[in-house]
């Protein structure tokens, strides 16, 4: 692929390939290298502020077509974020996002014509349910994102893991994933199930979807 790339001047990206590669043979990507603690602190300070403000609002389950705000299901608060109308730190993070789109598109033809992001702030107690990113009246949705902002020093015992069901050799297996601050995780919306297990300590990140037409 490389000579390939070369021949037609198009420069290869080690961490997109390696992203391209996992979700290609594990249906997922972890990548703890996709920010730098810079911008990563960045997005927090900016998520932090914005819900000082109170703007975020209880999050639904569903799409705007049948959305409902079920408590036993997910207990997160979130703020879609505007590419139109962002801060410094948004323009970095949608900046890495659509170079990321264009080379999945260049390299994986995967079509991705649409996305949506927000943050999403986990209180104490909170959780979301077993569940997976797509609906049955829309499967525009074709990767899951997420990027932890937690503060540096995350412990396992702060709860709030990923947790990714997975079908490894015909046997379910479950892929459990802490939020590092920075970590960005990528996966198939369409067919990985996932939840958010229970937060001990605010849990913050943006989540978001890469999309179809």
């Not at 995967?110 to 909170?126: C, D, N, R, S, V």
């Not at 990027?147 to 015909?170: H, K, Q, T």
Request: aromatic share 12%; charged share 30%.
């Amino acid at each position: 692929m490389s000579k390939l790339f070369e021949a037609i001047g198009f420069v290869e990206n080690p961490l997109y390939e390696t992203i391209i590669d996992d979700i290609s043979s594990k249906k997922y990507s972890i990548v703890d290298s996709f920010f730098t603690d810079e911008e990563t602190n960045l997005l927090r300070q900016s998520l932090i502020e914005k819900h000082e403000k109170d703007t975020f609002k209880k999050a639904a389950i569903g799409n705007k077509l049948n959305e409902t705000i079920v408590k036993s299901i997910r207990g997160d608060v979130i703020l879609w974020i505007d590419e139109t109308k962002n801060d410094a730190s948004e323009l970095l993070f949608f900046n890495k996002i659509n170079d990321l789109i264009a080379y999945l598109n260049r390299t994986c033809f995967m079509g991705i014509l649409h996305k949506e992001f927000h943050y999403a702030l986990y209180p104490q107690g909170t959780f979301y349910k077993r569940h997976i990113d797509t609906f049955e009246n829309d499967d525009r949705r074709k990767l899951s994102f997420v990027c932890y902002l937690n503060e540096d020093g995350w412990l396992p015992e702060n709860g709030g893991e990923l947790v990714l069901y997975l079908n490894e050799n015909n046997k379910p297996v479950e892929k459990v994933i802490y939020p590092i601050p920075g970590r960005v995780v990528i996966f198939e919306s369409q067919l990985i199930e996932h939840e958010v297990k229970p937060v001990n300590k605010e849990r913050l990140s943006i989540t978001g979807w890469l999309k179809t037409r």
